[in-house]
């Protein structure tokens, strides 16, 4: 999921800050093309228990990062993909073309205006086919739900009043969308303030209020989908307030822990939903570890607004000599709101993948993963999404200057 990200994001600034900041000019810019050539085998291609296939696909790919004054870093990684089936005859109801594109494109703003000002910007927006990158959503998908739209955005300012409070005023939002006329089509809006108060220079208790709005894109009842109508516009909102505490436990490791409850209205009846959320990242310059248990609202696949969401999942990745690797596991669960005591939707979703530096811009790599469902298995007339996929790569990048 996202913690892949976040680790990857914090990795690679340990080692590009320092070398920004010792630059004799104001601005710096470096930019990285890379291209990929990716082979592998997806056992349930549709993702309905129809059947497998090999697939090949071309992916290239740009780095650009933008360092200045103020400890400034604006980031953005792009890549785009053209893939093709050994058989794609096979599947003619997923896709009409013998190819199928993909693109991905992460952006970050991160300065600080002042000494008690600082901005940080995330984005992220990526329509996807490839089973991998579906895998790292961490989503609970429907039969045939086989390409995936997302985006994100976080944004919030900091501001520190006095040497120990701070304020923090953010937004963050997300839309998902499964093809036209999905009901799992739909998107969220939150908003939401921080008071931070630090009681040692190692720990901090916050007290935080959000509102979230859940939006759907509309989709009429499809009988071959056996799903039913949804409205579009404004569905639900959730009105949160948490408390929290985070603790330095060192330098390059963080616990972090939150909870509280939400109101959710837009139902026929309001519900109360309660929030939960521990974390634990640790972070150096070659390896990187991100624990997460958590209960939430979010979005989904299974249909649009406010569903609740428990996540426990672990990332891990490392470096070692020319050796480079990851590997995520997680468990997934939604519920509809307000019944978060109930056994919802389960899932459970593992990756694997090493890489191989052949020469300072040439690496080999090889990649697995599988997702599927705890619940709804082996129930007669009830397609199968679990998937298996395995995957070799080529990838050549430009090294920094």
Partial sequence: ??????????????????????????????????????????DNVTLDGSGGDYFGRAQPGLKLDIYGDHKMHVGLDCQASLARLGHPD????????????????????????SNRLQLRVESRAG???????????????????????QGKLAADAELNVSPRAMWTFGLESQALTFGANDP???????????????????????VTGREQLFFSFGADANQRLATKAVQGGLLTEAHSAMGGYVRRLSAVTTVTARGGASYVTGNTNGAVEPIARFELESVLRDYGMHLIVMHDLAIGATRAGALGLDIAEADLMGKLGKFESHLRAGVYRNTGVGQFLQRGAMGYGTEFDVDYRLAKEWTVGLAAARDARLTDTGVVGVPQVDRDVVQLRVTWERARN
């Avoid at 109801?93 to 300065?111: I, L, N, R």
């Avoid at 329509?127 to 739209?149: C, E, K, N």
């Fill in 90 to 113: 096979r599947f003619r109801e997923v896709s009409s073309s013998d190819f199928a594109t993909g693109e991905q494109c992460a952006g970050s703003y991160k300065e600080y205006l």
């Fill in 1 to 42: 999921m996202a913690a892949r990200a976040s680790i990857a994001m914090l990795v690679a600034a340990a080692g590009t800050f320092g070398f920004a900041e010792g630059a004799n000019a104001k601005v710096y810019t470096e930019l990285r093309p890379r291209m990929s050539l990716l082979g592998g085998v997806d």
């Fill in 184 to 206: 799992g089509n739909g998107a969220y809006v939150g908003p939401h303030v921080t008071y931070a108060y630090r009681t040692t220079p190692y720990a901090r208790w916050e």
């Fill in 127 to 149: 329509y996807m086919q490839d089973p991998l990158a579906i895998s790292g959503l961490g989503l609970l998908l429907r039969p045939g739900q086989t390409h995936v739209f």
